[in-house]
């Protein structure tokens, strides 16, 4: 990024940790989502952490798009002749709003922190009270269909 796009769209490190928050608590909220899933369909052992896994990266990626439609959208509703600046910012978007990738986004130039942002995204929030959200609402659901 240059310095008048940095001036413009400034990196502001308690919205990059809000959004790691935000992106945590949807995935704390998923996981027993995803529990409640496993145990109806009566999944066991690998079969439902292999499906844990699944749904959690379905859920980032899922995130990832919706990222990439709203940015996608909002530039191109602005009313700004084209230039290097604006479209290396639509290109570089879901990066500029997570942790480490908005560093690296930033001292790239605004560009080629894609990968590191897409799985900070589809793994940033999943933690050991996620996979235990997960593990509890498997097993009560698991046991209720069961009997």
């Known amino acids: 990024m240059d310095e008048h796009a940095q001036a413009v769209h400034p990196i ?3 919205s990059v940790a809000h959004n790691a928050k935000t ?3 949807i995935h704390s909220l998923s996981s027993p989502l995803l529990g409640i899933a496993a145990g109806t369909l009566h999944l066991e052992s690998t079969w439902g952490f292999l499906f844990y896994t699944i749904g959690t990266l379905l859920v980032g990626l899922l995130l990832w798009v919706r990222l990439r439609a709203s940015e996608t959208a909002s530039s191109s509703s602005l009313a700004s002749p084209p230039s290097s600046s604006s479209t290396s910012a639509t290109t570089a978007a ?3 709003y997570f942790g480490s ?3 690296a986004s930033a001292a790239a130039g ?3 922190s894609g990968p590191v942002a897409l799985k900070e995204m589809m793994l940033g929030g999943v933690g050991i009270e996620s996979v235990m959200g997960f593990v509890m609402a498997w097993t009560l659901v698991y046991n209720y269909v069961g009997t």
């Open 94 to 96: 879901p990066q500029r």
């Open 110 to 112: 605004g560009k080629g």
């Open 12 to 14: 502001v490190q308690e």
């Open 23 to 25: 992106l945590n608590t």
């Open 101 to 103: 990738s908005a560093s």
